[in-house]
């Protein structure tokens, strides 16, 4: 593919996901704190219903039209530690990577900070990446998913999965509807902004 | 475009609609969405402008070579571009820094608040650096291929987020 018909496409779908970052809020720092209080099940309830999603959607294309997939390796040092960093810095942060932007987007000013940090970042791993990995590369079990050690095809293991996960959602819903949810967000999900401002903005001007 | 004025979507419908997007990302890009690869694309760029070896650095050649992490720069540019008309769409722009930084840490100064995100930021991308991916990638994408180490860095990521979390006042 030519890289002109990559950045394309790139811009194209990552104008959609932008879209639904906004659109759910969970582009929101306080609706990824509040998911790390459990306060707020916004961020859990899209990642939930995007795996699902994504699990149908790999089971139809490996299964049925042969699509390679890409695993990550289970390389236990850094994904433990890795992740337990990237989880103290999503808290900071009040972003991940892909949603740092989505702030931008939105207007929020400290997200340039986060987006400059953040290559600041890459910068001293790419310096030091030999220092990196001979401190955390370790436990590598190789590129494995759950159906190398399940019997089951991959399309079969994703389609329980995905059945899983969309019962583990009907759950959630119950325990934390989202109409309580959308109430605890800095700009409220719905209704109009003469609301959240606590004046009327449209209709007769004020006495 | 009443999807785009619309105030907000349901979380499960922005999942669905994130989802989807894997179909374009495996048929087209041979690749799973993610995002914290870019951060290395735009690292390779600027560490060359002070240092021309930067580009002998195999990791930063190798992010500022292929066409995937064109494509993948290109998304979170879009992801911005999205983000901005959604919120122009719908009234939503937002200004400053979320409020809900005063409720939990009580920073009332932008300032203070962009040298938290700049910390915040540079801690995001060694994490991701080193466990080789993000939510996006680890999380979203891993989960959906049923990687065994994806779920371990979901669980991980969660696990530092609650620790980090708990120093903050509810909100």
Known sequence: MSLFFMIVLGLVMGLVFGVALEKSRVMEPGVLVGQFQFRNFIMLKMFLSATATGLVVLAVLNGVFDVPLHPKAAAWGPVVIGGLILGIGIALAGACPGTALAQIGAGYKDAWAVVAGGILGAIVYGYNIDWFKSVLDFGDAGKITFADLIPLPFWALALLAAAGLIALMVVLERLSPSAIENGRCDVPMEGPDEDRLGHQVHGQPAE | ?171
């Open chain 2, 1 to 171: 475009m009443d999807i785009l004025t619309k105030k907000s979507w349901s979380p499960y419908a922005a999942g669905v609609v994130i989802g989807l997007l894997q179909i374009p990302a495996f048929l087209l890009v041979d690749t799973a969405l993610g995002a914290s690869s870019s951060f290395v694309t735009a690292a390779a760029w600027v560490a060359g402008l002070f240092d021309p070896a930067a580009a002998q650095i195999d990791y930063f050649a190798k992010y500022m070579t292929s066409s995937k992490y064109y494509w993948q720069s290109a998304l979170v540019i879009g992801i911005a571009l999205g983000a901005f008309l959604s919120a122009k769409a719908s009234g939503t722009e937002r200004a400053s820094f979320a409020p809900s930084w005063t409720k939990m840490t009580g920073i009332r100064s932008l300032t203070v608040r962009m040298v938290m995100g700049f910390a915040g930021g540079f801690v995001l991308l060694i994490g991701a650096r080193i466990a080789g991916g993000c939510t996006s990638g680890h999380g979203i994408s891993g989960m959906a291929q049923l990687a065994v180490g994806s779920t371990v860095a979901v669980a991980t990521m969660f696990a530092g987020g609650i620790l980090m979390s708990l120093a903050y006042k509810k909100i």
